[in-house]
């Protein structure tokens, strides 16, 4: 079974400062992988996706993630964080097998981001 | 367009008591699923379904179970409740970018439940 490495489990920043949070997956063959954000009491939300092409992908509220296949990774950056980007990142990959794809999603335990104004 | 609908958004339960948490999406997501979200743990899916009448068990399906009778609903039924059972449910839909591909999830805004 596929698995998904958060390795950060909590992240404290002070607004201003760079963001990279990284995300690891075991599977080897392709992928299409995702960073959904949690706020406080909220639902998870999109924040990127990446199917194919350009290995830089631009999300939401100016994070952007790179997927670097060699390294089975695909971690998410912001060079700027602000107080309202405190809330949970969840990594997630979607692999695609073979002859048929799957439809699941496998999550990673997520990694806290608290940014101190 | 509502999006992802759950109810109830709380719930205490005894040991031993059934309830089922209901889901429905108005986008015509062939794809549907529910998780459990524990502290510290990320989201375990529970059953997952690709279209009505298809379902298929997760990681984490024991002491539950679901139907799939139409695209817009997928109702999570709890028998026997334990306390183990104790935790943050999510329902999310999906659509299909191409056959056996995940698009965006979608996401309800939980159901949680509480059993003591």
């Known amino acids: 079974a596929q698995s998904v490495s958060q390795h950060n489990h909590h992240v404290i920043l002070s607004e201003a400062a760079s963001l990279e949070l990284g995300c690891n997956y075991s599977?080897?063959?392709?992928?299409?992988l995702f960073w959904y954000v949690q706020y406080p009491g909220q639902h998870l939300q999109l924040l990127l996706k990446?199917?194919?092409?350009?290995?830089l992908v631009k999300g939401i509220k100016g994070f952007e993630a790179e997927f670097i296949k060699s390294k089975f990774s695909f971690n998410l950056r912001k060079p700027s964080v602000q107080w309202s980007d405190t809330a949970e990142y969840f990594c997630?990959?979607?692999?695609?097998?073979?002859?048929?794809?799957?439809?699941?999603?496998?999550f990673g335990k997520g990694t806290k981001l608290s940014v101190i104004p | 367009n509502a999006g992802v609908t759950q109810t109830p958004k709380f719930r205490i339960l005894k040991i031993g008591q059934s309830m089922t948490l209901q889901c429905t999406q108005d986008?015509?997501?062939?794809?549907m699923y529910w998780y459990r979200q524990d502290p510290g743990m990320g989201l375990k899916l529970i059953y997952y379904?690709?279209?009505?009448?298809?379902?298929d068990k997760g990681e984490v399906p024991n002491g539950y179970n679901v139907s799939r009778s139409t695209t817009e609903d997928f109702p999570l039924r709890l028998e026997l409740a334990a306390p183990s059972q104790t935790s943050v449910y999510f329902c999310?839909?999906?659509?299909?970018?191409?056959?056996?591909?995940?698009?965006?999830?979608?996401f309800g805004p939980g159901t949680r439940l509480t059993v003591l």
């Open positions: 986008m015509n997501h062939n794809y």
């Open positions: 999310a839909s999906s659509y299909a970018p191409r056959t056996g591909q995940v698009g965006e999830q979608f």
């Open positions: 599977y080897g063959g392709t992928v299409n």
């Open positions: 997630a990959v979607n692999p695609q097998y073979s002859g048929a794809g799957s439809y699941q999603l496998t």
């Open positions: 379904s690709v279209g009505a009448g298809i379902t």
């Open positions: 990446y199917f194919s092409g350009d290995p």
